[in-house]
């Protein structure tokens, strides 16, 4: 199973914090960005990375979001271990 | 466009700000809470005009100012607000949880990363907005009376920021 991040960190505290993240679906297109709070469990591989945007012309452009690894290290996250649901909150 | 009355979208925006990140990545921001009227969104475009000896009309016209504002009337009146209404340092404001001491000084260049989340068309009609770099430039009158709201409406200038290294040097709109 994939791995997991929990939002949530010294400097995403829970309270009225949010921070975003770009959505990567699983085929590597763009799901948009998604905003989350402390709390929020998503799998790692959803954040970020090179994402396949398909412009009006057709044709493709690399979007590079900011990876799980990125929010984990600027003490915004923590990986989990569990075995729990990635959420996909949209609230602000 | 074929008619499609879903594509009719009405709906208030929260208005999360927090410090400014350089080169697009993702900031940490505090929902402002209440707002007392609808978050605005303006912008000021420039052209400059060329004509020709051999015509009467501008035969070229080249954009060339762009500028963004964003006017928030900020209902609930936190300290932290007053900070970034004010672009008061964050060494200004003392204190722990409510009970915060600001210190009134010189404004001080300061930039802020802000989103507002409203209402969208794409699959789950949510649209953000990002703000990547965004400036305080101006305060109405803060009312303190019987009958007053307190609140604090803010103006913001959304700056050109080149360290975002796609398209969106100014902001950005995300359906979702």
């Not at chain 1, 998604?34 to 979007?63: F, N, P, Q």
């Not at chain 2, 970034?84 to 009970?99: C, H, K, R, S």
């Not at chain 2, 019987?146 to 040097?169: E, Y």
């Amino acid at each position: 199973m994939a791995r997991l991040i929990r939002f949530g960190g010294p400097n995403l505290p829970v309270g009225p914090y949010s921070t975003w993240y770009d959505h990567r679906n699983p085929d590597g297109s763009y799901g948009g960005q998604i905003s989350v709070r402390a709390g929020h469990v998503v799998a790692a591989d959803r954040v970020g990375g090179e994402i396949a945007v398909e412009l009006k012309d057709g044709s493709t452009e690399t979007l590079h979001g900011k990876t799980a690894a990125y929010y984990v290290d600027s003490g915004r996250a923590n990986w989990v271990d569990e075995d729990e649901e990635p959420a996909r909150p949209v609230e602000g | 466009m074929a008619l499609d009355a879903t594509n009719i979208i009405v709906g208030a925006g929260t208005f999360n700000i927090g410090a400014y990140v350089a080169a697009g990545g993702a900031g940490t921001l505090a929902d402002v809470g209440h707002t007392s009227a609808a978050n605005e969104l303006a912008a000021e475009f420039e052209n400059t005009d060329f004509e020709s000896e051999r015509a009467q009309g501008i035969v070229k016209t080249v954009p060339s100012k762009t500028g963004y504002t964003l006017k928030i009337p900020i209902m609930q009146a936190e300290s932290e607000m007053l900070r970034i209404a004010l672009a008061q340092p964050a060494a200004n404001q003392t204190g722990t949880g409510e009970n915060l001491t600001l210190r009134v000084g010189a404004r001080v260049e300061q930039y802020h990363q802000a989103t507002i989340v409203t209402t969208g068309v794409g699959t789950t009609g949510v649209r953000t907005l990002t703000f990547w770099k965004l400036q305080a430039i101006a305060v109405d009158a803060i009312q303190y009376g019987k009958n007053a709201l307190q609140q604090f409406i803010v103006t913001f200038r959304v700056m050109f920021d080149d360290s975002v290294t796609t398209a969106d040097k100014f902001w950005k709109s995300v359906d979702a």
